[in-house]
């Protein structure tokens, strides 16, 4: 079966640091998206990845190992509009997107 | 560009009722989804055209009723839904996935639909 990891909740400080883990077991590969929810709200698309190694976008950097079917997104600078679920999806080598569960990102000031 | 509209935000209707819902991008897209999202759970596609064509249906009952009129629209017709049909109905646009894996699917605002 296909299968996406991310944990369910984590909760940061305001101007820290947080990175949140995504393994994966999917049925071919075909790029790693994290995509940033707000409640109530669509997901916004933040992120790509297709080969090992670093993609930074500002604030935010994502992280990918085909290797070892592992990926985590960095928030730099935490902001209290971080404060939303983080979905990690997978292309499979059919094309489909093969989604986590989310992880709902808490920001404390 | 990267906006997608869905329209309406909000919709209440009985288990007898009737409705549509609708979506529409004006970024050449021509890959459009229907997906399905219920509290704290990830999207669920229920339902993908390429190209005006249905390729996908994720099993979708069939008081779910998909339609493409063209490259632009995608509705979603709505009959005899019941209660646990109740979820946010987000659409969402990309290019033909199948042929550019580096594209992305971006998502309209969704509808939050209430059976009663």
């Known amino acids: 079966g296909q299968n996406i990891d991310q944990p369910t909740e984590m909760t940061a400080t305001e101007g820290a640091i947080v990175q949140i883990n995504c393994t994966y077991q999917?049925?071919?590969?075909?790029?790693l998206f994290w995509y940033q929810q707000h409640a109530g709200e669509a997901p916004t698309f933040l992120s790509y990845?297709?080969l090992d190694g670093l993609e930074e976008k500002g604030r935010f950097s994502s992280f990918l190992s085909r290797s070892k079917g592992y990926s985590y997104l960095l928030l730099k600078e935490l902001q209290m509009k971080d404060s939303a679920s983080y979905l990690c999806a997978v292309r499979d080598k059919d094309y489909q997107l093969i989604w986590g569960a989310g992880t709902k990102l808490i920001i404390k000031p | 560009d990267t906006e997608v509209t869905q329209t309406p935000k909000h919709l209440v209707m009985g288990m007898t009722n009737k409705k549509s819902l609708k979506c529409e991008q004006h970024?050449?897209?021509?890959?459009m989804y229907w997906y399905k999202q219920k509290a704290k759970k990830p999207p669920e596609l229920m339902f993908v055209?390429?190209?005006?064509?249905?390729?996908i249906n994720e099993s979708v009952p069939s008081r779910f009723s998909p339609e493409c009129p063209n490259s632009s629209l995608l509705n979603l017709h709505l009959h005899a839904l019941q209660p646990e049909d109740s979820a946010l109905y987000l659409c969402?646009?990309?290019?033909?996935?199948?042929?550019?894996?580096?594209?992305?699917?971006?998502f309209g605002p969704g509808t939050r639909l209430t059976v009663l």
């Open positions: 055209y390429s190209y005006e064509k249905l390729s």
């Open positions: 999917t049925s071919g590969f075909n790029g």
């Open positions: 970024m050449g897209h021509r890959a």
């Open positions: 990845n297709v």
């Open positions: 969402a646009s990309s290019q033909v996935g199948s042929e550019r894996p580096t594209d992305t699917q971006y």
